[in-house]
């Protein structure tokens, strides 16, 4: 299996393997911890869970962004090193309002929260890069995947043939209903194989945001047998998932973490 389940200082995470293997810190949170402040957790609840998440699995605290369901990936250049004096681990970087990051530092750990959307895992072992990004609907047919890439590029020159992908546990084509105009831009982004992503049940539309997701990496360049998916509906599993869809958005969110090693 490419995610497993593991768990360290009280935090249980999903750990993606093929990443691991290829020299990345690479892990998806689970139940009950919650990583952003919301309905469920407050700012001081949150702060405690960030450090221990980072005690326990990062070498230093996460960046984050403002998450907008956009399409900017921002860059992260060098980053300060550990300080003794340095506030609670808990207070992770806020870099800026995107929804993915491109870093070649290595030890820095990138992190998006999600509760049904999905967090896309990029690395480039040849150029030892990342990019770690937050897609919804709107994000994917957006083009934040391409965009992605993209900065890989620009940072490091990486080809997408190049790239390993992960896509997390995001809510599946099971649960996922969505209306025309989802299917309207999903239908002008993919063509043809919309129908791969789309179907119609009992008079209901749905859409599988991680098979999108995965077909997008495909057209850009990523060999389908470099991208690997969790293949786990968040909104089926309320024993290891938050989902806003199912909770009706009473609910916390998930971290999705990537680094390089060295």
Do not use: N
């Amino acid at each position: 299996m490419s995610f497993v389940r593991s768990e360290d200082g009280g935090v249980p995470v999903l750990r993606i393997r093929p990443l691991e293997e290829a020299g990345c810190l690479a892990l998806f949170t689970l139940r009950p911890l919650g990583f952003a402040p919301g309905p469920l957790h407050t700012a001081d609840e949150v702060r405690r869970t960030r450090a221990a998440l980072t005690r326990a699995w990062l070498p230093r605290p996460a960046v984050v962004v403002r998450q907008v369901h956009g399409t900017t990936v921002l860059p992260v250049g060098p980053m300060p090193g550990p300080d003794p004096h340095a506030p609670d681990p808990g207070e992770w970087s806020l870099l800026g309002e995107a929804d993915g990051m491109v870093t070649g530092r290595p030890g820095l750990p990138l992190a998006v929260f999600c509760a049904d959307c999905a967090p896309v895992y990029l690395y480039d072992p040849t150029r030892r890069v990342v990019a770690l990004l937050h897609a919804g609907w709107r994000g994917t047919v957006g083009g934040v995947v391409e965009r992605g890439l993209e900065a890989m590029g620009a940072v490091a020159g990486t080809r997408p043939a190049d790239v390993l992908a992960a896509i997390g546990p995001a809510i599946g084509g099971c649960c996922y209903q969505v209306g025309e105009d989802v299917r309207a831009r999903v239908e002008a982004r993919l063509g043809e194989e919309a129908r791969r992503v789309l179907d119609r049940r009992e008079g209901k539309l749905y859409l599988d945001l991680a098979g999108t997701i995965s077909l997008l990496l495909q057209r850009a360049g990523v060999p389908a047998s470099r991208v690997y998916g969790a293949g786990l509906c968040t909104a089926c599993h309320p024993d290891l998932f938050w989902s806003h869809r199912r909770d009706g958005g009473v609910t916390g969110r998930m971290a999705a973490v990537l680094a390089r090693r060295t």
